[in-house]
C-alpha cells in the first residue's frame, strides 16, 4: 500500500495540463513509490477513461463548506478553492498528501522529496513567493507622496473578506504565500485550522483566492508549525522567468548558483499577443541560457 500522494484537480478545459502534470511526474523511476490522485471539477467521461489508466483514484470534487450560488455562477471549477483542504476526506487512506496545481509541472523528483519530508510531526510543507530577483512584494498607493494604502495582495484580500483590520495588518507585507503547491501530513491539525479560516473567507469574500488567504492566516496569525522550502520547489513564472541550462538540457533559477527548478508553476499564466500558454501549448517566449543564448520555448512540460 503505497502511503504518500500526490494529489490535483482539474475541469475539460485544463485536462491537458493535468495530463502534462502527470507524465511530468511519472517519468521518474521513484513516482512508482507514490500514488496520484485527481479530483474532478468538471472532466468529460472521455476525459476520466483516460485518466483512470494513468492515477490511483478520481473523485468527483464537492462544495465542502456551502457556498451560495450567487458567488458560484456556474463555475464548478471553483471547487479547487475549497477541496483541497479536505483531501484526508476524499482520499482517506494516505498518510503524507502533496497537492500540486495542474498548472505546474515536476521537473527534478528532488522537490517532490523535499515536501514530503517538510511535513513530517505534522508541520505544513509550503513556499513564500519571494527570493532572489523579486524586485516588488507588496505594492502601495501613495498620497501626496507621504501617505501610503497598502495593495499587497494578502491586505487586500483580507479587507475585503471582512477579516478583521488587526489581522489584515498583520498579513500586510508578510511574504506571500501561493498555495499551488504543498504538503502536509492527515494527522496535522494545520487542516482543522485552515477549515476553519476557509470557512471566514469564504463567508465575507470571494470565492477565487479565499483558500490562499485562508492559509496565509494560518501561518502567519495562528502560526501553525511551518517549513518554508526554497523557491525552485514551487517556480511561478510570472514572477520571475527562468533560465535555460543547454548543457544539462533543463530549466534552472536565473540568478548564481542557477539551481534546477523543481516544480515549474505557471500560475496566473504567460502571456504572449494576448494568449495565455496554459491554454495554447504553441505559445513560446524568449528565454535567456547559461550559455549566452536567448531561445524562444515554452514553459510547459515536453514529453
Not at 500500500?1 to 502534470?21: C, G, Q, T
Not at 519571494?130 to 507622496?145: A, H
Not at 541550462?245 to 533543463?250: A, G, H, I, L, S
Not at 505559445?283 to 535567456?288: L, M, R
Request: charged letters at 25%; aromatic letters at 12%; glycine letters at 4%.
Amino acid at each position: 500500500m503505497k502511503k504518500n500522494v500526490i494529489v490535483s484537480l482539474a475541469d475539460a478545459n485544463y485536462y491537458p495540463l493535468l495530463s502534462e502534470l502527470i507524465n511530468s511526474i511519472k517519468r521518474f523511476e521513484k513516482s512508482r513509490d507514490i500514488a496520484i490522485c485527481i479530483l474532478d471539477a468538471g472532466l468529460s467521461d472521455q476525459q476520466k477513461s483516460e485518466l483512470s489508466s494513468k492515477v490511483d483514484e478520481i473523485k468527483s470534487a464537492e462544495w465542502d463548506i456551502e457556498v451560495p450560488d450567487n458567488k458560484i455562477k456556474g463555475r464548478e471549477w471553483l471547487k479547487s478553492q475549497v477541496s483541497r483542504a479536505f483531501l484526508p476526506k476524499y482520499f482517506p487512506d494516505y498518510e503524507k498528501y502533496l497537492w500540486i496545481d495542474c498548472d505546474a509541472w515536476v521537473n527534478d523528483w528532488q522537490a517532490i522529496e523535499l515536501y514530503f519530508k517538510a511535513c513530517e510531526n505534522e508541520k505544513l510543507g509550503i513556499t513564500q513567493t519571494i527570493g532572489p530577483g523579486y524586485k516588488i512584494t507588496s505594492r502601495v498607493n501613495w498620497v501626496f507622496g507621504k501617505l501610503a494604502i497598502i495593495k499587497s495582495q494578502n491586505f487586500k484580500h483580507a479587507l475585503k473578506s471582512k477579516i478583521s483590520y488587526e489581522k489584515a495588518r498583520k498579513l500586510a507585507f508578510a511574504p506571500h504565500i501561493n498555495i499551488g503547491v504543498f504538503s502536509l501530513e492527515k494527522k496535522s491539525t494545520t487542516w482543522e485550522k485552515w477549515q476553519e479560516n476557509l470557512k471566514r473567507t469564504l463567508k465575507g469574500g470571494d470565492i477565487f483566492g479565499s483558500e490562499q488567504l485562508a492559509m496565509n492566516m494560518s501561518v502567519y496569525i495562528d502560526n501553525v508549525e511551518t517549513e518554508f522550502l526554497p523557491l525552485n520547489c514551487n517556480w511561478i513564472t510570472s514572477n520571475l522567468l527562468p533560465k535555460f541550462d543547454e548543457v544539462n538540457n533543463t530549466f534552472v533559477e536565473p540568478y548564481l548558483p542557477n539551481y534546477k527548478i523543481g516544480i515549474m508553476h505557471l500560475a496566473a499564466g504567460i502571456w504572449k499577443d494576448n494568449k495565455d500558454m496554459r491554454l495554447n501549448k504553441e505559445i513560446e517566449i524568449d528565454v535567456k541560457t547559461l550559455q549566452g543564448k536567448i531561445l524562444n520555448k515554452s514553459l510547459r512540460f515536453i514529453n
